[in-house]
């Protein structure tokens, strides 16, 4: 299904440049030691990747390629790597898209002490997040593992995407962004691999879901705060379009002092965040509620998870809603 198939462009879609907002976060932290690129006509897309559970996206994936063989891990090998590519489409206050690979080693010795702590409130969990301890001085940095360079097209007849993210300095870099990404979209990720193995699959990638309740007036344009009290469970029902499996609701707050606590929660469509919940946030925090679809590659050696990433807009599609904490 391509935009043209909705019958209009997904709200926000004037605009795909520019500086992204922050991506939905799992635990409160970004992947563990992952390479990561931040896409937006060279803005930076958001600070890190979405993490919990996710739908089966869609689509077959293959492995092989130029870095090793294809196969899983379901079968034998112990995995030695983790990755994840996250495409996302912002509206809001940052009307953007945005490409994140994050990429580690899975450790052999026993894995450290999180420096986090998390409780969990039925599909949510909050997590506390002190600020990180400075790197000692003169530590080398640890070459991380790559697919080598990695190819995001879609299927869009009208204004195909091409987005290519190439690894240089232990890091991953992109080029320019053609087309555009208005949701609806089939995406094919192409990587040619390197230490880890290249591959290619397919996700669909979502349309806008659309909020249904608490209602938002269809008079209402750009983003709407809706005040949201931290003593009562948070309710809402959303439309998924047909092109989405999952709900993520996310909110992170940044302390002055560089702690961070942040919620993520995973619901089908629609969902509660229990006041337990936000009752561990302080006021003023925004919480944001995405779709998305989830395409796990399973590799030689590792995991691949690939997902699409779509914010919310209202029923009207003219405005931008998200729930501010009080």
């Not at 992952?34 to 993490?51: L, P, R």
């Not at 995995?79 to 009307?95: M, V």
């Not at 959303?238 to 002055?256: I, K, P, W, Y």
């Not at 590659?297 to 029923?315: K, N």
Request: hydrophobic share 30%.
């Amino acid at each position: 299904m391509s935009s043209s198939d909705d019958g209009e462009k997904a709200p926000g879609s004037g605009s795909s440049s520019g500086t992204g907002g922050e991506a939905p976060g799992g635990d409160g932290e970004t992947a563990s030691g992952g390479a990561q690129a931040t896409g937006g006509n060279g803005g930076d897309g958001g600070a890190q990747a979405t993490g919990g559970n996710g739908g089966d996206g869609g689509a077959q994936a293959t492995g092989g390629g130029s870095g090793g063989n294809s196969g899983g891990n379901n079968g034998g090998g112990t995995a030695t790597f983790t990755g994840t590519i996250q495409i996302t489409r912002f509206l809001g206050t940052s009307q953007s898209r945005s490409a994140i690979v994050s990429f580690s080693w899975i450790k052999e010795q026993e894995p450290a002490a999180s420096r986090c702590t998390s409780t969990q409130h039925g599909l949510c969990r909050v997590s506390s997040c002190p600020p990180a301890e400075p790197a000692a001085p003169d530590t080398p940095a640890e070459m991380r593992p790559n697919a080598g360079a990695i190819t995001i097209k879609s299927d869009d007849p009208e204004a195909p995407l091409a987005v290519t993210l190439t690894p240089k300095d232990n890091s991953y870099s992109t080029d320019e962004w053609t087309g555009d990404l208005l949701g609806g979209e089939l995406l094919t990720i192409s990587a040619e691999g390197d230490s880890v193995p290249g591959f290619v699959t397919t996700v669909r990638f979502p349309l806008a879901p659309l909020l249904m309740s608490p209602a938002v007036s269809s008079e209402a344009t750009g983003v709407v705060p809706l005040p949201t009290p931290r003593d009562q469970d948070l309710e809402f029902t959303l439309d998924l379009r047909e092109t989405a499996t999952t709900v993520v609701a996310a909110g992170q707050h940044l302390g002055s002092d560089g702690s961070q606590t942040s919620l993520y929660c995973t619901f089908s469509g629609s969902g509660g965040i229990p006041a337990s919940a936000l009752a561990q946030l302080p006021a003023t925090t925004k919480i944001r509620l995405y779709s998305t679809n989830v395409q796990n590659v399973e590799l030689e050696g590792g995991r691949v998870t690939v997902r699409t990433v779509f914010e919310m807009a209202s029923e009207s599609k003219r405005a931008y809603p998200h729930f501010e904490l009080e």
